[in-house]
């Protein structure tokens, strides 16, 4: 991990504040160009929005199929606070989003997340592992692991 792709991972730490702060699950999400521009940015509104499906991961998906180029699309990272679901993964699959950078994996917020909810056996790396597309999966990042599980607690 280089400083501006930390840089990138750290907003998305400040997004998961900003979505807790105001009630919503601790997920932030930024979607970044092969150049290093960041494109657009989300966080967690499923509380807010009221609609169980307002992932950042699956928003910056919709949002790059609509408005990027397939070239751009797979030059591109989403760098995200939480491994993505597998709705979010399917999603990041189908939009062929080339990069995907996660900080806390998928089984450790099963471990922190409350009983009750949705939780599936299976994380982004397994999908996107048996899918038909080459995407590069890169996590869990130790450096800020403890700032994303602190949101959980």
């Given at each position: 991990m ?15 504040e ?8 601790p997920f932030g ?9 960041r ?14 499906t ?6 910056l ?17 989403l ?5 993505h679901c597998?709705?979010?993964?399917a ?10 950078v996660?900080?806390?994996?998928a ?5 922190l ?25 890169i996590?869990?990042?130790e ?9 959980f607690?």
């Amino acid at each position: 991990m280089n400083a501006e792709e930390l840089h990138h991972l750290e907003r998305c730490v400040e997004l998961a504040e900003e979505a807790l702060a105001r009630g919503d699950r601790p997920f932030g999400s930024v979607l970044v160009s092969a150049s290093g521009e960041r494109l657009r940015e989300d966080s967690n509104r499923i509380k807010t929005r009221g609609e169980i499906t307002a992932h950042p991961e699956i928003e910056l998906a919709r949002w790059a199929s609509k408005n990027l180029s397939l070239e751009e699309r797979r030059g591109a990272t989403l760098y995200t606070s939480g491994e993505h679901c597998p709705m979010c993964a399917a999603a990041h699959v189908w939009a062929e989003i080339g990069r995907l950078v996660f900080i806390l994996d998928a089984a450790r917020i099963r471990e922190l997340s409350r009983p009750g909810g949705v939780s599936f056996e299976i994380d982004a790396r397994e999908i996107v592992r048996r899918s038909s597309r080459e995407i590069t999966v890169i996590g869990p990042i130790e450096s800020l692991r403890d700032r994303v599980e602190a949101l959980f607690r």
